[in-house]
């Protein structure tokens, strides 16, 4: 089945830019969406398709995918980002979701 | 108000089961796939199973292939997961989420809070 490795852990300090990556076999042939998740909240859709922006995420997220990696950016970090954040691809040999295990940011 | 609401979850024994009720609201409900994703205690998010638009098409995660099922009432704007022979490792919160389409391809851009079920002897 199809894999997707996160970096347990990213840390920032505010101001300053995030980067989170997602790795995956030939990753840059599917379409990646990332999620957002606060301690006790439910995730919330924050890029679809490696890099579009749902209403109402802020221009700061951002995101890329070629080859193995995806990777989702955060410019500007605030203290608000800090959060666990997840890859998902569809797994398409086995008509499945694929997480990713989750990277948490922490703001310093 | 968009939201969909999950409900049901409780303490069961291990082999017994359970169902979980996941309500939609605030949008037409038929066109969507629907999916139940699930968090055990400080874990990360681990796909459990969707279902198509109309019903016709399921797919499980291994781990819960043969033991739960997965439905919808489209006239309801229900979905529901019923699960069978639970193990302790079934243990977790259960969210419910919206796909972007019909088949369940596509990102999950709507999420309960969730409902928690805890197998525990």
């Known amino acids: 089945s199809y894999v997707l490795t996160q970096p347990p852990s990213v840390s920032v300090a505010p101001g300053k830019t995030a980067r989170i990556t997602c790795g995956g076999n030939?990753?840059?042939?599917?379409?990646v969406h990332w999620y957002q998740q606060k301690p006790g909240q439910a995730p919330v859709l924050v890029l679809y398709?490696?890099?579009d922006r749902p209403s109402g995420i802020p221009e700061r997220f951002s995101g890329s995918n070629s080859g193995d990696t995806a990777t989702l950016t955060i410019s500007r970090v605030e203290a608000g980002d800090e959060a666990d954040y997840y890859c998902?691809?569809?797994?398409?040999?086995?008509?499945?979701?694929?997480f990713g295990g989750g990277t948490k940011l922490t703001v310093l | 108000q968009v939201e969909v609401v999950e409900s049901g979850g409780g303490v069961v024994q291990p082999g017994t089961s359970l169902r979980v009720s996941c309500a939609a609201s605030g949008f037409t409900f038929s066109p969507y796939a629907m999916h139940w994703v699930r968090q055990a205690p400080g874990k990360g998010l681990e796909w459990v199973a969707v279902?198509?638009?109309?019903?016709?098409?399921?797919n499980y995660a291994d781990s819960v292939k043969g033991r739960f099922t997965i439905s919808r009432d489209n006239s309801k704007n229900m979905v529901y997961m019923q699960m069978n022979s639970l193990r302790t490792e079934d243990t977790a919160v259960y969210h419910c989420?919206?796909?972007?389409?019909?088949?369940?391809?596509?990102?999950?851009?709507?999420w309960g809070r969730g409902t928690i079920v805890s197998v525990s002897s």
């Open positions: 398709y490696d890099s």
């Open positions: 030939n990753i840059g042939t599917k379409s």
């Open positions: 989420a919206r796909d972007r389409q019909w088949l369940g391809d596509d990102a999950l851009n709507i």
């Open positions: 279902i198509s638009s109309d019903g016709s098409k399921k």
């Open positions: 998902h691809v569809w797994d398409s040999n086995n008509d499945h979701v694929v």
